[in-house]
């Protein structure tokens, strides 16, 4: 009985088409390790057990081929979605020793291809990605200088429920972490990020290579009875590629996700115990959260209703984008070809049939940075009016506890004067303030925590403030690497342009030279020439001689010169045609010429103007580095600006508490009058002014900001 596979994937849409968000089917393909006895039977889309030949799985893609194979059909059509402007995900899951890590990595285990001697054909997918879009990069970049092209990487592992960044280096043993924790967050554009990782630009695909080996060698892994090297976490590869052109005023931005996620584990099997027992324990519960999630996602249940249930677990807290928003998302499922694992395989198999029914929502991600201001500051003005609004009703509910204070003291006055007898029970009202008393003394204790919250709050901001600083210096260090590069490249140039106009003097002489030669062999034909004219006129003399004699009879004189051996070689070299010794000196001046002429030519369009490129490129990167810098320093500024006016707007609220405290020598209340309860907006109140202003003592605690870095 075969069971449905659902709507086979059409043909990519380019980016100009689709600007609105548009339905897609998260794509799912099956990877079945190669088995000479395998129990798993296979085809291009289906695959079924040997024991239950009946029942078959239908699915985009079964590969039972080599990596290149599984590259053409999931890993170019993820570079056509990123470079196009959409979230891309890609993810692992299977048993343990299925497959995974190898699929995505290229090797078994924590061994990345590296090197020359590294087999290319083995290479998994991501790294074949990262050298990709590394290439794609570079060549945008060529075709257009002015474009604005970025990738940035981030390697996390979730392990034991703990987020960590994997490109970060790990203390020494029993010392404190450099860094805080990594925090998964939801903003307000109903996108999931990781805040506390590094996100480190790429420069190449050698060294997105290298970052990646980075990571993975600090993965967590360990040996077990089904698995040599054992994934003991789920690890997330975070690639962010940002296009912007020039004359456009928003930015494309692909996230990228590439997930490997630790095979489920049956511990009866694996035989774990300790600290390898818990491990799988973790990773059991957060698949088992995850197969909740694709569940309700296959069902059709939107993701702002499933926002508790994504949040039990960290990993379906962050891949909750791309399992419910705007993603378009694949999924590898690595099937064990062994009969003893036929159990996990059909649980695997039926866990990949329903993620086929999860429709995602993808859209182009172009981001205004006009909009971005205005929104922070739309968010400002907002939180400002909340602000005013709360100390108005705080004043107005302190005026009206003082009116009330007033009443109650004049009442008892009076009730004092009338019946003195009521003393029994003005004492047990006494007891009730007492208790109050203490009620609000376990507030107060409870404020004072919130200030201590609010002095790490203060704490996480001196750290950030910190980096900025070492960022900007960092900065200001590039810039002057390339004002010393330019220094050099125009001491360069100038020897260059030296060498060149001593090579162009040479081409002169040389080309003064050949005019000398040129106008003596015109001297010579001159000459020639005149010397030719000279032997006509004598041999006409010759011949009207002879005519003469011939007429009168006589024999013809002999010429007054006769002709000697030597004279007659010169006559034959000065009756040779003009036209010949034209020919030659018009030769002679049509080789001298274009040499001179392409001399020129040359030494003025060949390395002097792609020296001046290149020198013109580098005062552009430099320009462009003093503007970084510029924007920085103004960003600084404003971070500055925003904390002095969260300063004094704190400083404010904390005088009107002040005032708006009830006096504590108070009279009590009235005897058969029951003390009036704080209601529950002022107790909420009270918390909110107790945690935005802290006590005397709080503030003396709290360190204050650093200056700004000197530029």
Request: proline letters at 5%; a neutral charge; charged letters at 25%.
């Amino acid at each position: 009985m075969p069971v449905d596979g659902g709507p086979q994937r059409g043909p990519r849409r380019p980016a100009s088409a689709a600007s609105a968000p548009r339905d897609v089917r998260m794509q799912v393909a099956v990877r079945v390790r190669p088995d000479a006895d395998s129990a798993v039977l296979v085809d291009a889309t289906d695959v079924s057990l040997a024991s239950k030949k009946d029942v078959v799985y239908s699915f985009d893609q079964v590969f039972s081929g080599g990596q290149e194979e599984v590259y053409a059909a999931y890993g170019k059509p993820m570079m056509d979605d990123a470079v196009d402007g959409y979230n891309t995900c890609l993810f692992a899951y299977g048993q343990t020793g299925s497959g995974k890590t190898y699929t995505l990595l290229g090797m078994p285990g924590a061994g990345l291809p590296a090197g020359a001697d590294a087999d290319a054909a083995a290479h998994g997918l991501l790294p074949r990605f990262l050298e990709d879009v590394a290439a794609y990069r570079q060549r945008k970049m060529v075709q257009n200088p002015a474009m604005q092209i970025t990738l940035a990487m981030s390697v996390l592992e979730i392990y034991n429920e703990d987020l960590r960044d994997l490109l970060r280096p790990k203390p020494a043993d029993g010392a404190k972490p450099a860094a805080p924790p990594c925090l998964v967050q939801d903003q307000e554009t109903k996108e999931t990020v990781v805040s506390g990782a590094a996100e480190i630009p790429i420069d190449s695909g050698e060294h997105a290579l290298s970052l990646l080996r980075m990571g993975v060698a600090s993965r967590q892994t360990a040996a077990t009875d089904m698995n040599d090297v054992s994934s003991r976490s789920h690890m997330i590869v975070l690639v962010t590629l940002k296009q912007r052109q020039p004359d456009s005023a928003a930015t494309t931005v692909s996230n990228i996700r590439f997930v490997d996620l630790a095979g489920s584990e049956c511990l009866a099997r694996t035989k774990a115990e300790g600290m390898r027992r818990v491990e799988g324990s973790h990773i059991n519960q957060s698949l088992l959260a995850l197969g909740k999630a694709l569940n309700q996602f296959a069902a059709g249940t939107s993701k702002e209703v499933m926002k508790g249930m994504l949040r039990e677990s960290k990993l379906t807290h962050l891949l909750s984008e791309n399992f419910g928003g705007n993603s378009k998302t694949r999924m590898l499922a690595m099937v064990s070809p062994l009969a003893a694992n036929e159990q996990q395989t059909a649980s695997t198999l039926s866990y990949a049939l329903r993620a086929k029914n999860i429709t995602l929502h993808a859209k182009l991600n172009r981001r205004k940075d006009q909009h971005a201001d205005a929104g922070r500051v739309r968010q400002l003005e907002k939180a400002l009016h909340e602000t005013k609004a709360e100390v108005e009703r705080l004043v107005q509910e302190a005026s009206q506890q003082d009116a009330n204070a007033q009443q109650l003291a004049a009442d008892l006055e009076r009730q004092r004067k009338v019946a003195h007898n009521r003393a029994t029970i003005a004492a047990a009202e006494v007891a009730a303030l007492q208790e109050k008393l203490a009620a609000a003394t376990a507030r107060a204790a409870a404020a004072t925590g919130e200030a201590a919250a609010l002095q790490d709050d203060v704490a996480r901001m001196q750290a950030a403030w910190e980096e900025q600083c070492k960022l900007m210096e960092a900065l200001q260090a590039e810039v002057k690497r390339a004002e010393a590069m330019r220094v050099e490249e125009k001491e360069a140039e100038a020897a260059r342009r030296a060498g060149m106009e001593e090579q162009l003097t040479q081409a002169a002489a040389a080309r003064a030279s050949l005019e000398e030669e040129l106008r003596r062999q015109e001297e010579i034909h001159a000459e020639e020439v005149e010397d030719l004219k000279l032997k006509e006129a004598e041999l006409q003399r010759a011949l009207h001689l002879v005519s003469a004699a011939e007429e009168a009879g006589a024999p013809a004189a002999e010429p007054a010169h006769p002709a000697q051996p030597p004279a007659k070689r010169r006559r034959t070299k000065v009756l040779a045609p003009k036209r010949e010794v034209e020919q030659q000196v018009q030769r002679k001046i049509s080789t001298t010429q274009p040499t001179t002429a392409e001399l020129t030519q040359e030494y003025l369009k060949g390395d002097l103007q792609q020296e001046v490129l290149k020198v013109e490129a580098t005062e552009q990167r430099r320009q462009a580095a003093v503007r970084g810098n510029h924007a920085l320093q103004s960003e600084v500024a404003r971070l500055q600006n925003e904390l002095r006016a969260a300063k004094a707007e704190n400083e404010s609220l904390r005088g009107l508490l002040d005032k708006a405290k009830p006096n504590d020598s108070a009279p009590p209340p009235l005897p058969g009058r029951p003390p009036r309860p704080p209601s529950a907006a002022s107790r909420h109140t009270t918390s909110t002014l107790t945690r935005g202003a802290p006590n005397a003592a709080t503030r003396r605690a709290t360190p204050t900001m650093p200056r700004m870095c000197e530029q």
